[in-house]
DNA sequence: CTATAGTCCAACCGTATGGTTGTACATGGG
DNA sequence: CCCATGTACAACCATACGGTTGGACTATAG
């Protein structure tokens, strides 16, 4: 059993993983078309092995994945764990939004007060 | 005249902010309620200087504010700046949702092919 | 088989991060 | 007025991060 509601130390990945620009791009490139490494390493003024490190953070946090296609490795964005991301976010402020639907039901004027 | 969409390194904040558990249940807090730093302080196994500086981290990502409250200074959950994060995500995965939509637009059989 | 394209990994370097302690300053209570 | 409370800030430390270069391995092309 564990104390917390999700994974705290995948949420810490996941987050850290989004927290940089180039991270954000590939990820972008990476919905739009599958690429491989040194196809994404092009698009960036750093070395191959710099971009390959921001793939394998972004695999780390599970946002992509890399699919073997003989020398080549293509990097696949992971919709679904964006996806919970999201969740993720939404989850932060859950009892601040049930407070305002609670207002709103409030507003509504059904209370007989 | 910018060449991003927005503002990346807000992201780079905003999403580095989120990316620290501790930091994240501060904003969970404070969006249950607005409480003092030593309040928040009080709730984690470390010096209330390392708290201050997550509320630092968090303020200059917008994340929340701080409100003087005679000598008591009020963290404020950010709701927008949330609520934009969100929306950040969600244009990581423009094109791919457009292609998804494009496709269920296809499997619904209207183009004349 | 050999050469090369694609990838991975380790070592290194400067800077940022997350924590500490200590000091300084403002505010409110007795 | 004086003192305790709440906050801010600087200095310091260990470790992580983002980048580099160089070396090793694998798979394809000739």
Redesign the interface.
């Known amino acids: 059993m564990v104390v917390h509601g999700f994974d ?2 995948a ?2 990945r ?3 993983a ?4 180039t991270r ?1 791009d590939i ?2 490139r990476s ?2 078309t599958d690429l491989s490494v040194s196809q994404l390493a092009e698009a960036y003024d750093m070395s191959f092995a710099a971009v390959q490190k921001h793939v394998a953070v972004l695999e780390r946090a599970g946002l992509v994945s890399k699919e073997n296609q003989g020398r080549e490795r293509l990097v696949k ?1 992971e ?1 679904g764990k ?1 996806l919970w ?2 969740q993720a ?2 989850d ?5 939004r049930e407070r305002v639907d609670q207002m709103s039901d409030l507003l509504a004027g059904d209370s007989g007060q």
Chains 1, 2 share one sequence.
């Open positions: 705290e130390e949420a810490d996941v987050f850290h989004l927290a940089n620009a954000r990820l972008r919905f739009e964005a919709a964006l991301a999201r976010l939404d932060l402020e859950v009892t601040w």
